[in-house]
């Protein structure tokens, strides 16, 4: 069994920067056969939504339309840790951030049933 813990959550004003991390216990991302990891946020009351993934291998980005140019997505392979550094901050970007570790197809890379491992979530909120 492996969990991923994220942290780094905070109150920021609008046009401000955070930068999360996702770290994993009992999962050596560089050799235990992960294929991705994604980012994911939830609003209360709404549906987990995908933000981001970065494939472990190739380093293969991908991200929500929603977040494309504004955050990024990065691996330490070193401190077994993938960051997700958020730039230029709106406050429809508060939520609930979750990471998770899985090996999704392509076609499948921004679906949640691809992962597993979620964390406890690290709470951004983005003030006007």
């Known amino acids: 069994q492996f969990q991923l813990v994220e942290s780094g959550g905070g109150l920021v004003r609008s046009g401000g920067s955070l930068r999360l991390s996702c770290s994993a216990s009992g999962l050596t991302l560089d050799y235990d056969g992960v294929g991705a990891i994604g980012w994911f946020r939830q609003v209360s009351g709404k549906e987990r939504e995908f933000v981001a993934a970065i494939r472990w291998s190739s380093r293969t980005t991908t991200y929500a339309d929603a977040v494309k140019g504004r955050f990024t997505i990065s691996v330490d392979k070193a401190k077994n840790t993938v960051y997700l550094q958020m730039d230029s901050l709106k406050p429809e970007d508060t939520a609930v951030y979750y990471c998770?570790?899985?090996?999704?197809?392509?076609?499948?890379?921004?679906?949640?049933?691809?992962?597993?491992?979620w964390g406890q979530g690290t709470q951004v909120t983005v003030s006007s």
């Open positions: 998770a570790a899985g090996s999704p197809i392509t076609s499948a890379t921004r679906a949640l049933s691809s992962y597993a491992g």
